[in-house]
Antibody, heavy 116, light 112 residues
Framework: QVQLVQSGAEVKKPGASVKVSCEASGYTFTSCGISWVRQAPGQGLEWMGWISPYNGNTNYAQKLQGRVTMTIDTSTSTAYMELRSLRSDDTAVYYC?????????WGQGTLVTVSS | DIVMTQTPLSLSVTPGQPASISCKSSQSLLHSDGKTYLYWYLQKPGQSPQLLIYEVSSRFSGVSDRFSGSGSGTDFTLKISRVEAEDVGVYYCMQGTHLPHTFGQGTKLEIK
């Protein structure tokens, strides 16, 4: 079955970087985009950006421009999201999702906690 | 950015009764390709969101026919014909017509 499995929880200090992975299985990896969405504690969903595993094209949310980089490793069917210069308000669960006309499925989520 | 406004923000429904959630966008979601990229997701407690409805009214594979979506332009509605206990969670609309994609604030459904 189609599945996205994300890396485990992270605790980072302000100013540090985090890189979350999202390994896809059960479908042709290059056939659909991967979107990243985050959810701060008790809050709603925030779109972070999108990457095409086919050609590496990206589109990032304006508010994260300059701090976020999304990449792909087609050899392992894995997408990565790196966020730099972390702040306390980056504390959130980060999700990847297959974007093939609607986001489905979603990964299980990766909790990133930013705390001194 | 397109603003998605959901109403109500919370809903308490007796099992077997219907429920309806409205989602309004600040601009038309009709794409130049003729499609309208409006989606509905349900996030059950402690889980990742799951896709219910795509392109306004198409039910995703495996989704109960108790769920239906309708609307056009800037006004959209998700209806549940008969609410069941398993429907609890937060419902989000999302537009995928314009970048950045944006979500509604969410509507929390609880069972009376």
């Amino acid at each position: 079955q189609v599945q996205l499995v994300q890396s485990g929880a992270e605790v980072k200090k302000p100013g540090a970087s985090v890189k979350v992975s999202c390994e896809a299985s059960g479908y042709t990896f290059t056939s659909c985009g991967i979107s990243w969405v985050r959810q701060a504690p008790g809050q709603g969903l925030e779109w972070m950006g999108w990457i095409s595993p086919y050609n590496g094209n990206t589109n990032y949310a304006q508010k994260l421009q300059g701090r976020v980089t999304m990449t792909i490793d087609t050899s392992t069917s894995t997408a990565y999201m790196e966020l730099r210069s972390l702040r306390s308000d980056d504390t959130a669960v980060y999700y990847c999702a297959r974007d093939g006309g609607g986001y489905e499925p979603w990964g299980q989520g990766t909790l990133v906690t930013v705390s001194s | 950015d397109i603003v998605m406004t959901q109403t109500p923000l919370s809903l308490s429904v007796t099992p077997g009764q219907p429920a309806s959630i409205s989602c309004k966008s600040s601009q038309s979601l009709l794409h130049s390709d003729g499609k309208t990229y409006l989606y509905w997701y349900l996030q059950k407690p402690g889980q990742s969101p799951q896709l219910l409805i795509y392109e306004v009214s198409s039910r995703f594979s495996g989704v109960s026919d108790r769920f239906s979506g309708s609307g056009s332009g800037t006004d959209f509605t998700l209806k549940i014909s008969r609410v069941e206990a398993e429907d609890v969670g937060v419902y989000y609309c999302m537009q995928g017509t314009h970048l950045p994609h944006t979500f509604g604030q969410g509507t929390k459904l609880e069972i009376k």
